[in-house]
Structure formats: structure tokens, C-alpha cells
């Protein structure tokens, strides 16, 4: 019998539309029994971000607390929220009636303590943006306590490590990673949990969403983020593979790697070092990663 998990969602939703496939999916899991998803907090760089989320969560029926994290510098206010930058997040929160927006959205790392403090059983958190929230919650010293006690473990889409593979492939810096890099450092040197990678090269090939669109077209706010994206055969799926893993574990199509290191070079390129006193393990498929599709696909049949 798989163990029901209790999920928090952190995620940068609004650009890439594997991000509302992947909080789809784990909606979906929690009709099936599978996890139950307490709530939602944003790093998303757009106006619209957790707005998208809301109108995801309303059209499964879900009201959920979904933080925000305010960004310094970032040019958003109430005269420029109409254009500022989104590929899907605007329209998708337009359609399905999504809320909160920028302004009216509580802080990131106020949501992400009160969802902790609120558990009454260990939490998976997930996420799958940068990692700027994430390093927000280890650095409050209230923060990284309830993180000790409540969460189990925490799911990242982040990494590529391929260059320890294969010495021919050029070392990459991952897009989460990148997004904040020192935020990206900071967490694999003190998160007090252990922390699963869903890495760049495993979710490149896995490519999901067609039959979503093919069910339910623009009906479906995640069908709907791929159609705006030109993505009508599907995504690459790091996001979703991640959510994945977050829920139903290994699930007879991933495998995890011994225990080890992650660091994280100037540049935003990640290193992984086995050692069996480390906190990191790299989520790999087993054979087939068409197999990880056809399960993720498969809630959306």
C-alpha cells in the first residue's frame, strides 16, 4: 500500500507550464488517496504567479494558503501588473478565476512556517523553482527548527550532473539553480532534512501533458499553460517528475543513489560527491523514463 503523503508546493509558476502540470498531478494524487496538499508558496518572478496557482487549486475544488515571495528590485506595481512578464500565468488565472495576486499574497516564508507549525505528521516539502524560499526558512532559526521537526524531506528540481557520467558533456548550470545560486549553496550546506535532487537530464527526456490536452483542451488550466506554451505534444517534465517522486516515492519506475554531497560552483554548476555522512541523494529511472511519463500521464487519461 503506497503511504499517503502531506505535501507543501513551492514553485515558480507561470513561465515554464510544467510547473501547472506538476501541481496538477499532485491534486489529481489527492483525489486518488494518495497525499493530501497543505498549501502553496510562490518565487515566481511574475505578476501572476500565485494568482495561476489559485485558479489551479479552485478548478480542483481546493482553497489553499499560497505565499508569495516579494522580490527587491523587481519592478512590480499596480501600474504595470497588466504587462509585466508571463507566459501563462495571467491568462490562466484570467480564466480560472485565480487569486491572490502579487499585492494581496502573504510572504513566502510566513506561509511556508504557519503550514509547518499547522502539521500534524511529517511533511514532503517540494519544490521546484529556485531556491530562494527554501534558503529563507533553513536561514530563520524558527524556520529551520520546524523544519527539523516536521518534514521528512524535501524534493528539488534542481542539478545536472551528467558531466560525472559522461566526461565528454560539458558541465551545465541548471535553470532553478542558477535562478539563485547563493540560495541554491546555502541549502545543500545546512538544510537539517534529507533532500532528493530530480535532476536537469532526467526530466529532459520525459515528456508529459498530451493526453491532458487531448482529454480536456483548453478546459483544464494546465492543458491550457502547455497549449499557450506551443507545447500541444507535451513538455519535458522536470517538475512533474519531481512531484512524483515527492508523492509516491521511487514508484517501480525511479531509483535513488547512495548517499552523498551536493556543491554548488560560482557559476551555478552542481557537483555531487558520494559519502554515506551526506544528506543528498540524486533521483535517477529505472530503465525506461517513458515509464515515468506513462505513470504521471496517466492521472490525466
Known amino acids: 500500500m503506497t503511504e499517503y ?3 507543501i508546493l513551492d514553485t515558480d509558476i507561470g513561465g515554464d507550464p510544467d510547473d501547472a502540470v506538476a501541481l496538477s498531478y499532485i491534486f489529481e494524487a489527492e483525489k486518488a488517496g494518495l497525499c493530501r496538499l497543505f498549501g502553496i508558496t510562490t518565487c515566481s518572478d511574475n505578476a501572476y504567479g500565485a494568482a495561476c496557482a489559485g485558479g489551479i487549486a479552485k478548478y480542483y475544488g481546493r482553497e489553499l494558503p499560497i505565499g508569495q515571495l516579494k522580490m527587491p528590485g523587481v519592478d512590480i506595481n499596480k501600474n504595470n501588473i497588466e504587462s509585466y512578464p508571463g507566459t501563462y500565468a495571467k491568462p490562466v488565472a ?9 499585492f494581496s499574497a502573504p510572504e513566502a516564508l510566513d506561509v511556508l512556517k504557519e503550514l509547518l507549525a499547522a502539521a500534524d505528521s511529517p511533511v514532503t516539502l517540494v519544490t521546484i523553482g ?3 524560499n527554501i534558503r529563507d526558512l533553513i536561514a530563520d532559526p524558527s524556520g529551520k527548527k520546524l523544519l527539523r521537526e516536521r518534514c521528512a524531506e524535501i524534493a528539488i528540481m534542481g542539478g545536472d550532473f551528467r558531466h560525472h557520467t559522461d566526461i565528454s558533456a560539458e558541465p551545465h548550470a541548471e535553470f532553478n539553480i542558477v535562478g539563485d545560486i547563493a540560495a541554491a549553496a546555502y541549502l545543500f550546506e545546512n538544510s537539517p532534512v ?3 535532487l530530480s535532476p536537469y537530464e532526467l526530466g529532459l527526456t520525459i515528456l508529459t501533458g498530451k493526453p491532458l490536452i487531448e482529454k480536456y483542451g483548453k478546459s483544464h488550466p494546465a492543458a491550457l499553460a502547455l497549449l499557450l506554451n506551443g507545447c500541444d505534444d507535451g513538455r519535458s517534465s522536470w517538475d512533474p517528475s519531481t512531484a512524483l517522486y515527492a508523492v509516491e516515492g521511487e514508484a517501480g519506475v525511479m531509483k535513488l ?3 552523498g554531497f551536493v556543491s554548488v560552483r560560482e557559476n551555478g554548476v552542481t557537483d555531487f560527491k558520494a559519502d554515506t555522512a551526506g544528506n543528498c541523494r540524486i533521483i535517477g529511472a529505472v530503465n525506461c523514463p517513458q515509464k ?3 505513470k504521471i500521464d496517466s492521472y490525466f487519461r
Not at 94 to 102: K, L, M, N
Open 5 to 7: 503523503k502531506n505535501i
Open 94 to 102: 484570467d480564466a480560472f478565476d485565480g487569486s491572490p495576486d502579487y
Open 130 to 132: 529556485k531556491l530562494s
Open 194 to 196: 534529507p533532500l532528493a
Open 257 to 259: 543513489s547512495k548517499k
Open 292 to 294: 515515468i511519463a506513462d
